[in-house]
């Protein structure tokens, strides 16, 4: 095992654009740390750097200690599992995982106990004589990592490996990566679009905007203080409510586009007339009624969930979605009565973008 370490890497194609803006970043030694973002975010590139299939513009990679910048990718002591698989249609699942090891010229016996050690992990033992097109999506992927695995690296490198699954068997292997990284402790850096695997694979989180690290830290974390409007759109299922908007004159409220007005937690003289954004995730408003304060929203849309529901309107042509119990289902065009603690308020400088506090 290894730590990896990027220092201050960036990539230009054309020598003007950065698609990857400076970032420096330390993973720990058996650390899973996981890059999400929208396609075209940098996120995949950053790790063909890592891996050397792509060569940095400036900065410097590390790996356990070593510099491996200009290193070729065989040399770099890491393995990498791709979307597509990369299966011989030829070879039977045992050549497939040992393919790697012959070519390094590792002897028949060490390939035996290493391809049998990985198949035992991921319990590829009944299948190691089939062909891949015997196998299943899932059982492609499992063959894949068993590849990487037999290897030994001392990083793992992930892109995107589960998104051409479907989204049953893309839950059972998201829980099967975790179990295989608690098994293995192997340093690890992975690549998705999707949130919710970010959020619940990751022991950290790093958020790609445009070739930027908006945000890196623990899930709970970014879920609970995301540091700008972007990582506060992109995490959270639904996405959190972002609402434009001013502070008053007088520095006590938050008024919404729209002839909504709320009372600020504590007064803001120094923000008096600023343009902010107001972010409250659906799961955190609240039922109230009229008499208690609440604010009217007229029902638009009721997504039923199963579980709960989301019920969709609009505040002075802003949209609003609030997430509702299972049994509470309102009527189309009905009125809800809502509060927003201020505890679960999220302010934004609306022309950065950036968290306030």
Not at 44 to 49: A, D, E
Not at 51 to 63: C, F, K, M, P, V
Not at 108 to 120: C, F, G, H, L, S
Not at 299 to 311: P, Q, R
């Amino acid at each position: 095992m290894a730590c990896l370490k990027l220092q201050a890497v960036t990539k230009s194609y054309d020598g003007k654009t950065q698609v990857i803006q400076p970032i420096d970043l330390d993973v720990a030694d058996g650390e899973f740390v996981v890059m999400v973002g929208p396609s075209g975010c940098g996120k995949s590139t950053l790790l063909r750097m890592v891996a050397g299939l792509e060569r940095t513009t400036n900065g410097d990679i590390y790996i356990d200690n070593e510099r491996v910048t200009n290193l070729e990718p065989k040399d770099r002591g890491i393995a990498m599992v791709f979307q597509n698989y990369a299966l011989y249609p030829h070879m039977n699942v045992f050549d497939n995982m040992a393919y790697g090891l012959k070519i390094r010229g590792f002897g028949k016996a060490q390939i035996r106990e290493r391809v049998e050690d990985a198949a035992r992990i991921l319990e590829l033992m009944p299948l190691l004589q089939r062909k891949p097109r015997e196998l299943s999506g899932g059982q492609r992927q499992r063959v894949a990592m068993g590849r990487a695995i037999v290897r030994e690296p001392a990083v793992f490198l992930f892109d995107e490996p589960l998104s051409n699954l479907d989204a049953k068997l893309r839950v059972q292997m998201r829980l099967e990566l975790q179990q295989l990284h608690q098994r293995l402790k192997t340093t690890s850096l992975y690549v998705t679009h999707d949130q919710v695997e970010a959020m619940t694979l990751a022991q950290r989180v790093i958020v790609m905007n445009k070739g930027i690290a908006e945000q890196i830290g623990a899930p709970a974390d970014i879920y609970r203080r995301p540091a700008s409007l972007f990582v506060a759109s992109f995490i959270g299922s639904p996405a959190m409510n972002l609402w434009s908007g001013r502070i008053s004159d007088d520095g006590c409220r938050f008024e919404i586009d729209g002839d909504i007005a709320l009372a600020l937690p504590e007064p803001k003289p120094q923000w008096r007339g600023k343009a902010l954004t107001l972010g409250v995730r659906p799961e955190h408003i609240q039922l109230a009624t009229s008499e208690t304060g609440g604010i009217p929203l007229q029902i638009s849309t009721l997504e039923l969930l199963g579980a709960d529901n989301l019920a969709h309107g609009k505040w002075g042509g802003q949209n609003v979605i609030a997430r509702l119990s299972y049994e509470h289902c309102p009527a189309i065009g009905s009125t809800l009565w809502l509060h927003l603690p201020t505890s679960s308020w999220h302010l934004f400088d609306s022309q950065s973008g950036l968290r306030m506090e």
